[in-house]
């Protein structure tokens, strides 16, 4: 089934048909603790699927990175390479050229996190922090391109762990 099909019947692909955006590059699926579906595209477009209530919400990263930044240009291949929902139930985004997101329920906002070379333990990467996830004392593991970067939201605990040439 598709939103392109004449009878659509199932309550996602009907509201994804009357937003009138192509979700076809779908990159991921995942359903939060709040029955939540996230859609995740190979494009800046995100999606939200409230699955108590029918209604599908969107988000345009090129317009969270212009609110974070307060700066109005375009910018160019904002992707989200992963998403995970942590055991305080905080989700998290990571992206390519646009840090790590934190979505808020409460407000249906983003926070963004980004590199920081001032803080010495900090986030590092250049561009992309491809992957996640998160161990048993709830430390979270970045893969990115600089590295890996280890945090715990809870105890404001960062390290980074780098490859140095030569050694």
């Known amino acids: ?10 309550p996602f692909l009907a509201a994804v ?10 990159k991921s699926l995942m359903i939060d603790s709040h029955r939540q579906l996230w859609i995740v595209t190979w494009t800046d477009f995100l999606f939200r699927y409230d699955m108590n209530t029918g209604i599908l919400s969107h988000y345009l990263l090129n317009n969270l990175k212009k609110q974070q930044t307060g700066v109005l240009e375009a910018y160019p291949n904002l992707l989200i390479t992963s998403l995970l929902e942590d055991r305080q139930k905080k989700l998290w985004f990571a992206t390519e050229n646009f840090g790590l997101l934190l979505y808020d329920h ?4 983003f926070n963004y996190m980004i590199a920081d070379n001032n803080i010495r333990n900090g986030i ?3 561009f992309r922090i491809a992957t996640f996830f998160q161990d048993r004392q709830d430390n979270i593991w970045l893969g990115t391109d600089k590295g890996i970067s280890i945090f715990n939201p809870s105890r404001n605990y960062f390290q980074s762990t780098h490859h140095i040439e030569g050694n």
């Open 106 to 109: 409460a407000t249906d906002r």
């Open 17 to 26: 048909k009357k937003f009138g955006k192509d979700v076809s590059s779908i």
């Open 124 to 126: 590092r990467y250049n």
């Open 1 to 10: 089934h598709s939103p392109h099909d004449r009878d659509v019947k199932h």
